[in-house]
């Protein structure tokens, strides 16, 4: 499950190579030759553009990187970036991305510059398997503060999902089934993984264009050592070590463009339902009649969102440009608890609550090109929310009263883009918001952009942004005999800094071009958040700003693409110091991890058929935990490590009758990694180190994808 000494070696051989390959190449052409990579880029600019001209580093994941993996959900696609990890939690179902060290909390996830309602925040903590990838046209990735474009919470960046918002002919239909294992289980309907998928486009006219789509996504589980939800011995085995769950996401679209307008109107309704099978069982036994009718705790959860977004753009006689968004979005979460009679299959003392609901109205405005210069640009926008919603599970026990709360947020911010010469860009940044439950915050940036000779290309950035409490470090609160810790209304939001630099290297030999990509960044969050002892005598806990995050990290990444042929080498070394001002013995040692990925992709033209590699190696990493207390009553902490593993997916989509039909083959995780080892070496080394397994997957998979394209 790990990788060794030598393979992290040749690794890094082969990086070395990469590199010096690069630099003896990049003479034998002219470095003005005109760029093949013409991707337009959204994410925070003021008018799209090509990633070259763009002044921040924006990572695009387009169409075809997706359909080659036939990834199932967003986690699926991210899992080998870099400075990015996935976190699954097996229980819950849910995925979450730690990027930069930090966890889902600080960077936001949009749909079309829209921030995604969630669980407990808006924008940020998404759970990643909700998010189906059918409709999606590419992804874009920028890293850093980006608090002046997107305000609150993108701390370590935005995720920018692209939907597809036309087709080239009349209709379009798109189908597909897709049959997975899951390790080594898989049957028809009861295991494994099942998915299918109808989407219909057509332009009604030159003016309107209409779709729609359903997508059925069923995850039997994971049983492992378990025997399932019929099991009725009780010994632990009952139910799944992977929850099984079924999602169905249904959406519709409409387009209209005209003379320098366009709007587009989308719904979707996307409803999980989760089951989880309680291991603990009671036997109920009979005496007098000498029979058992076992039973256990079972409980389904049920999620249901409703998503209404409108995008207006277009451009005034005078040239100015605009875009305006308005957003409804609604989720609930539900859970229905009740005793299942295992061999009866009958239920009682049945529940229902509505644990979780969020319902946010969103707007935001931009209004740029209102100077025709080429030296100099401006934008200005607006951005308003207003959320309400509770979380009475975050608050310690589903059965109390619903706790509602509300939160308006509204800001207005502006940046301008200085030509200072044709390869020399500023772009300055300013953006006031008002919050309902917090002081009011001013935040800035400075981005640059300054394209050098040879095809070098030098872009930097540093700026601020800032994340808000969310419902539970707010108003949680669990107390009885045993346990007193609550949340803290106090609060206020903690404070993000960051500075990246990033210096590209453009190559072309023949049609050949190579991309060698550098990258320096740092992150300062204050104020951080944590759970902290606040009274030791009775022991009461409670949320406190007290901690400091410091990250800086070094991305090396190489990308040689043919004309049927590509390949990416990259690697990143981070370090990470956290800062507890609280507690007496706490260690603000950097504590670095690194982090290998490659990718490799080839079509073969006479076959129709492409092949595709991914790789990713995380490295072992540390971290400090509260292990005990000193003689004085002082937190004591132990360095944890979690032992190194590697993911490696493998593909292989071929097509027929002209492309109508595609045929995709692969296996996911083919190093079989289930857990890795957490060791908690001891401070003083007279103790003997413990070890624990963090859950990270449930083992190789392999999955076949049928989908067929009707255009006419």
Do not use: C
């Not at 970036?81 to 699954?88: H, T």
């Not at 959406?251 to 603990?280: C, H, M, Q, T």
């Not at 999620?303 to 409804?328: P, W």
């Amino acid at each position: 499950m790990s990788l060794n000494k030598n393979k992290t070696s040749i690794y890094f051989l082969l990086f070395f190579f990469s590199y010096t390959f690069a630099q003896e190449r990049t003479t034998i052409v002219d470095s003005t030759k005109t760029e093949s990579l013409d991707e337009v880029v959204v994410t925070g600019q003021i008018n799209p553009t090509s990633i070259k001209k763009s002044v921040h580093n924006v990572i695009v994941i387009n169409r075809k990187q997706i359909e080659q993996v036939a990834a199932n959900n967003l986690a699926d696609l991210l899992n080998f970036n870099l400075n990015l990890n996935i976190i699954p939690n097996a229980q819950t179902g849910r995925s979450t991305i730690s990027f930069f060290g930090l966890d889902s909390q600080y960077f936001n996830i949009l749909i079309d510059n829209i921030p995604m309602v969630s669980d407990n925040g808006f924008g940020n903590n998404i759970d990643l398997t909700q998010i189906n990838l059918d409709n999606i046209e590419r992804i874009e990735i920028v890293e850093g503060a980006m608090g002046v474009e997107y305000g609150a919470n993108a701390v370590s960046g935005v995720i920018n999902i692209i939907t597809k918002k036309s087709i080239d002919d009349s209709w379009h239909i798109n189908a597909y089934l897709q049959e997975e294992t899951v390790s080594d289980e898989y049957a028809w309907f009861n295991k494994g993984r099942h998915i299918q998928s109808l989407s219909i486009a057509h332009n009604i006219n030159e003016k309107w264009m209409a779709k729609i789509g359903a997508n059925r996504n069923g995850f039997a589980g994971f049983l492992n050592n378990r025997e399932g939800e019929n099991y009725y011995e009780n010994d632990g085995l009952r139910g799944y070590e992977w929850l099984p769950k079924e999602q169905l996401t249904t959406n519709a679209l409409i387009n209209y463009k005209g003379n320098n307008f366009r709007l587009v109107y989308k719904f979707e309704y996307f409803n999980e339902i989760i089951n989880f099978y309680d291991s603990s069982v009671r036997a109920n036994i009979d005496t007098e009649n000498q029979t058992s009718n076992p039973s256990a705790t079972d409980k389904i959860f049920t999620t249901n969102r409703f998503v209404n977004n409108i995008n207006i753009d277009g451009r005034l006689n005078s040239g100015a440009n605009y875009n305006t968004s308005i957003s409804y979005q609604q989720q609930e979460r539900d859970l229905n608890e009740f005793n299942y009679y295992i061999l009866s299959r009958e239920r009682s003392s049945e529940t229902d609550e509505t644990y979780q609901s969020s319902k946010v109205l969103f707007s935001k405005g931009t209004i740029g090109n209102l100077i025709k210069s080429d030296a100099f640009n401006f934008q200005l926008g607006y951005e308003a929310h207003y959320m309400e919603g509770f979380d009475t599970q975050a608050s310690g026990s589903i059965t109390q009263q619903d706790k509602t709360n509300t939160q308006t947020n509204l800001a207005f911010f502006t940046t301008s883009e200085f030509n200072l010469s044709k390869n020399f860009s500023l772009r300055p940044g300013f953006r006031y918001e008002y919050n309902s439950l917090f002081d009011s915050k001013f935040l800035g940036s400075l981005s640059a952009r300054y394209l050098m000779n040879k095809g070098f290309e030098l872009r930097g950035n540093i700026g601020t942004s800032y994340r808000v409490p969310n419902f539970e470090e707010l108003y949680y609160y669990f107390v009885d005999s045993n346990h007193d810790v609550q949340g803290n209304e106090n609060l206020k939001p903690e404070n993000g800094y960051s500075a990246f630099l990033n210096l590209k290297k453009r190559s072309w030999f023949n049609n050949i071009s190579l991309v060698n990509n550098l990258k320096v960044s740092y992150l300062d969050v204050s104020d951080k958040i944590d759970l902290a002892i606040v009274n030791t005598t009775p022991l009461q806990y409670q949320y406190i700003n007290i901690d400091n995050y410091k990250l800086i990290g070094f991305t090396f990444e190489n990308t040689l693409k043919m004309e049927d042929f590509s390949f990416n080498l990259g690697a990143t070394l981070q370090g990470i110091s956290r800062i507890n001002n609280s507690e007496e013995n706490s260690n603000d040692k950097f504590l670095y991890n690194l982090q290998l990925n490659t990718s490799a992709s080839y079509y073969v033209q006479p076959l129709k058929t492409a092949f595709t590699l991914l790789l990713k190696y995380n490295g072992e990493q540390e971290q400090y935990y509260a292990s005990g207390t000193d003689t004085d009553g002082n937190s004591t902490f132990t360095l944890a490590k979690t032992e190194a593993y590697s993911w490696v997916d493998a593909s292989v989509k071929k097509s027929f009758i002209d492309h109508k039909l595609d045929v995709t083959i692969g296996a996911r995780n083919l190093f079989d990694v289930t857990n890795v080892n957490v060791s908690n070496s001891s401070t003083g080394g007279t103790h003997n180190a413990s070890n624990n397994a963090l859950l990270l997957g449930y083992g190789r998979s392999f999955y076949l994808k049928l989908l067929y394209n009707l255009n006419f």
